[in-house]
């Protein structure tokens, strides 16, 4: 288990349910699985998730011969049911933020659980490779009167679809319309010959 968010000395090993190296950003590693915060990365968009940790990096790069438990801070004011696992595709014309159960074989199904350890709260899971992931709230935006949309990407259809009908509605309000001139007939300026 890699337990993120611990206090040690860098280099130093901690006792979870396994033995893991903490190490700095610069350290090299002996080939063991580390979780190190990513400074090279840009965050969740607001449009997708809320930030709910800094982004990590899952080293070394590849596939683990059995699934890694992780352990990410749960923010202590998050509802639980609101926050997920996502994952940063940094593949060329791929690159990007997901969910982390909508990446194919990367998040093991049915692994998230909150786990509790010396009053601390964490969000556990399983991964079966490597990657850049964070933790992320879902978003709602409220337009006017219509209510509260979730716009996270597990978003339903019909919830894709009235947001795109909400935008387009309010393009066609905004757009100015020419004004027609209106020609009165004057009979009084007929000449009467």
Do not use: C
């Not at 968009?45 to 890694?68: D, K, M, Q, T, W």
């Amino acid at each position: 288990v890699i337990t993120q968010g611990l206090t040690p000395v860098v280099g130093e090993t901690v006792t979870a349910e396994a033995l893991v190296k903490v190490l700095g950003k610069t350290e090299e590693h002996d080939g063991d699985p580390v979780v190190v915060e990513e400074d090279n990365v840009d965050p969740l968009p607001e449009a997708l998730a809320g930030a709910a940790s800094p982004v990590y990096r899952i080293s070394p790069p590849g596939v683990f011969n059995e699934p890694l438990t992780i352990r990410l801070p749960a923010p202590a004011d998050q509802n639980r049911g609101d926050l997920e696992v996502y994952y940063y595709s940094e593949s060329p014309g791929q690159e990007g933020w997901r969910r982390g159960e909508r990446v194919v074989g990367w998040l093991v199904q049915d692994s998230l659980r909150f786990v509790e350890e010396d009053g601390l709260t964490y969000l556990e899971f399983e991964v079966n490779h490597s990657g850049v992931m964070q933790l992320g709230r879902d978003v709602s935006m409220r337009f006017g009167s219509i209510g509260a949309v979730d716009i996270r990407a597990s978003g339903s259809g019909w919830q894709w679809l009235l947001l795109g009908l909400s935008v387009l509605w309010v393009i066609v309000l905004a757009t100015p319309r020419p004004r027609r001139q209106r020609v009165r007939y004057d009979s009084s300026r007929e000449s009467t010959n």
